[in-house]
């Protein structure tokens, strides 16, 4: 079954930095990568995903994500971290769900929380 | 175009009692999946509803239930509730069931089970 892993439940850089969160993904074929954000007391947000049409994707907010098959992985990347991105950020790959066919849904690792230091 | 709304946004409840949860998708969406939310597990995918038929089920007991209106409208439903069942339980809406089908979430309700 595809999953996605997370590592750092929580990364907390200063404003200005480089973010870097990272996801990896267990896949036997090719998967269709999301990040989502969660602001506090809010749904989610659509960050970027990747659908096989370029490694690089660019998504909103200045984040971008690429796409290392090699490394099956597929970190979320900031060069300069805004207080305002202070939120928690999960990464989801598309898995099959019961009965096959076209039975897609979401499958989330367990989220990095995001702290920006002033 | 306004986003998904979801009501009520919190909710007590005690043990015993259900509770039943709306969600209004985006309009001109047509898929509506529900997640719960929890510190412990994460997010978890419940059920997805297309053309007000349940097309796709995670692993939950048969005291979660849902379904879904002509309008694309969807409701969930939680019977004989149980402490662990508090949660955050978010839904989410796509134009259609493709496996790159973006799912556009609600701000979710909160759920405390007393």
């Known amino acids: 079954a595809q999953s996605v892993t997370q590592l750092g439940s929580h990364v907390s850089v200063s404003e200005g930095a480089l973010v870097l969160l990272r996801c990896n993904y267990s896949s036997s074929v090719p998967p269709y990568l999301f990040w989502y954000v969660q602001y506090p007391n809010q749904g989610l947000q659509l960050l970027l995903k990747?659908?096989?049409?370029?490694?690089l994707v660019k998504g909103i907010n200045g984040f971008e994500a690429e796409f290392k098959k090699s490394e099956t992985s597929f970190h979320l990347t900031k060069p300069s971290a805004h207080m305002s991105d202070a939120a928690e950020y999960f990464c989801?790959?598309?898995?099959?769900?019961?009965?096959?066919?076209?039975?897609?849904?979401?499958?989330f690792g367990k989220g990095t929380l995001l702290t920006v230091n002033p | 175009k306004a986003g998904v709304t979801q009501t009520p946004r919190y909710l007590i409840k005690t043990r015993g009692q259900q509770v039943t949860l709306s969600c209004s998708p985006i309009?001109?969406?047509?898929?509506v999946s529900w997640y719960q939310q929890t510190p412990g597990q994460g997010l978890q995918f419940l059920f997805e509803?297309?053309?007000?038929?349940?097309?796709n089920k995670g692993n939950f007991p048969g005291r979660f239930s849902g379904r879904q209106f002509s309008n694309s409208r969807s409701e969930m439903n939680v019977s004989t509730l149980e402490l662990g069942d508090s949660a955050l339980y978010l839904c989410?809406?796509?134009?259609?069931?493709?496996?790159?089908?973006?799912?556009?979430f609600g701000p979710g309700t909160r759920l405390t089970v007393l």
């Open positions: 990747y659908t096989s049409a370029a490694t």
């Open positions: 989410a809406s796509s134009l259609s069931r493709g496996s790159t089908d973006t799912q556009y």
């Open positions: 989801a790959v598309t898995t099959m769900g019961g009965g096959g066919g076209s039975n897609y849904k979401l499958t």
């Open positions: 509803y297309f053309s007000e038929t349940q097309r």
């Open positions: 309009s001109g969406h047509r898929s």
